[in-house]
């Protein structure tokens, strides 16, 4: 048993599943900008002091929280979140890259919905670090109804987690115009491969995208209501409001602003991406049925 200390940072829906999983095995502590009622909750400075954290806020808040809150003390750290910084086009692991060093730093991937993790239903996740002493330090915090796998590819795991929130949502848009299940089988299928070529061109392994961080977690999320991104897109395709569907969701879907980092990626590296790009002319208010209508042609 790890007796060292742990804190999950963001009391969110992945955050608080997080903190129920690592519970088990000994005590996690959990901390959140909201004060919430909690078992083991505590203030930010007691979470900072652990030697573990895990981060789980969304990805457009990352850079600002570091700035503002956090002193590198050797910590080691696990990034829960899955997303693209839409100001930048920076990867997390960039952003983290100024104030934790590289061994000290992985990032989770994989088919997880918080919901069912924290039932204590069984999953598998990657857990993506270049230090294979960090992945195993952090596999002993994680209980028996996950099962963790080891991963060097930081690059192609943070991709392919980010990228399936945008094919979630194009995939909720195809279900919402009722294209029917051979459209969406396509539409998934092609997305797997463009997010695919996005990766090799940041030099992930193609590899990554046919396991539990591409396929598995793309297949979860572009497939169910339980997710967000999906959500979305199927108000897209009821011609909701981008703000009205946002606030009628009340968390995060990372897809929505992952969109704008992939289309300005794509232009300026020349990659084709055109799923994602017709996601971005969506949400900027593109008629679903005129980005069908490109998709088939082009
Ligand atoms: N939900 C899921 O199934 C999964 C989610 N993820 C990823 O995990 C990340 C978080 O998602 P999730 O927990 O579901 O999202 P939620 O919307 O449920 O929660 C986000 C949390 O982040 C905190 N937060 C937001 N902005 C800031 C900020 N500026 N500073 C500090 N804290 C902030 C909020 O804390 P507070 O409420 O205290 O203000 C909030 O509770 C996302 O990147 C998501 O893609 C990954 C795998 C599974
Ligand atoms: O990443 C997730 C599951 O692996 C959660 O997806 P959503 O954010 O779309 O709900």
Known sequence: MNQKSIAVIGAGKWGQALHFALNQRQKCFITSRTKRDIENFVDLKTALDCDYLVIAIPAQEIRSWLKENFVFKGQKILVASKGIEATTGEFLNEIYASFVPDENIGFISGPSFAAEVIKGLPCALVINTISKKLYVEFEMFFPDFIKTYYSDDV??????????????????ICEGLNLGKNAQASLIARGLVEMQRFGKHFGADESSFIGLSGAGDLFLTANSTMSRNYRVGLGLAQNKKLDEILIELGEVAEGVKTSIAIK????????YTPI????????NGKNPKDSLRDLLKN
């Open 155 to 172: 690059i192609g795991a943070e991709i392919a987690g980010a990228y399936k929130n945008v094919l979630a949502i194009a995939s909720g």
């Open 264 to 271: 300005d990626l794509s232009k300026e590296h020349n990659i």
């Open 276 to 283: 994602a790009n017709e996601v971005y002319q969506i949400i």
